[in-house]
C-alpha cells in the first residue's frame, strides 16, 4: 500500500489529488482502502487537506506524509 496513491497506479500525483477533491465534494465514492490511503494527514478524515497535502507530494514539496 502506497499512501496517497488513490488510483493504485503505483505513483502519487495530481490524479491521486484531483480524486481526493472530488471524495470530499462527494462526486465520487471510495472503497475502504482508498479512504485508508487517502488520509495521508491520519486526521481520519479524507478532505481537502489530504488533497493538499498530496499535491505538494506530486511536485515535491514534501518528501513525506
Known amino acids: 500500500c502506497l499512501t ?23 462526486k465520487v465514492e471510495f472503497s475502504d482502502y482508498q479512504k485508508f ?3 495521508v494527514n491520519h486526521d481520519g478524515v479524507v478532505d481537502i487537506l489530504d488533497a493538499s497535502q498530496i499535491q505538494k507530494y506530486a511536485v515535491d514539496k514534501i518528501s513525506s506524509f
Open 37 to 39: 490511503v487517502a488520509d
Open 4 to 26: 496517497g496513491d488513490i488510483n493504485n497506479d503505483g505513483r502519487v500525483d495530481v490524479l491521486d489529488a484531483t480524486a481526493v477533491q472530488k471524495f470530499s465534494v462527494d
